[in-house]
């Protein structure tokens, strides 16, 4: 897979805590991954002098196409993503296995990686993948639509893709998933110098839903059932041994989902 140059990767911010990606190409020519609200994305574009040239879906919630239609009529772009998000503005169907190339930017390639929902996709291009609602910082999406099975086998693909790759995903939940990583691994020098790190950047208002892989694997907790020290755990929480990855995976995002109700008490 080629790209046509190395490509600068824009964060917006939009909504509560949502992302949309611009990926900028050669002389301006940009791909926008998810499209949430749209004025946001449009003042960026115009301040930055880009030229939009495609955008990319990764699945159906609204807040990652609610702003789509707008986009594709102001700019007169296909828009890339799932058979399900063909009511929301999408005109080119994509799904796993797919590659496809954007003028100006290099090669795609769709990913199917459900488990948040059943239709989401993921995008890899050169050495970064656009992983929406299913890989976060040192996170992964809910269970919304698929299993544990489905989420667990989407982050193995994504984490095979090789320790030089970077994730950008949709949301700033990289404290609030620390703080679990923290309480779950509290031993983990990896997980409390990232802590340390995030903390100064969001002080600097700076974005942290990008990281390495290798970061992730040795920091995000969804990417670590495998690990001795984090099965045990696991297993400390639900009071019994746990042989099946996929059973301490589903343990893992249910003490997840128990630990951010009593931080909300």
Known sequence: ??????????????????YVWLIEGLDGATVIVDAGEA????????SRGLRPVATLITHHHGDHVQGLSRLVEQY????????????AGVDHVVGEGDAFEITGVGEFAAMATPGHTQDHLSYVLGEHVFCGDTLFTAGCGRLFEGTAAQMLHSLDRLAALGDEMTIHCGHEYTTDSLRFAAHAEPQNADIAARVKDVEAKRAAGEP?????????????PFLRVREPVLRHAIE????????????AFAQLRHWKDDFDGLARL
């Not at 004025?39 to 115009?46: H, Q, R, S």
């Not at 942290?208 to 995000?220: D, G, I, P, Q």
């Open 1 to 18: 897979m080629s790209t046509v140059t190395a490509p600068t990767i824009h964060c917006i911010p939009i909504l509560s805590d949502n």
């Open 39 to 46: 004025t946001p994305v449009i003042e960026a574009i115009e």
């Open 76 to 87: 007169s772009i296909p828009a890339y993503g799932p058979d399900s998000c063909r009511r």
């Open 208 to 220: 942290t839903a990008s990281a390495s892989m290798v970061l992730e694997k040795k920091t995000n």
């Open 236 to 247: 400390d929480y639900v009071g019994e041994r746990i042989e099946d990855d996929i059973e």
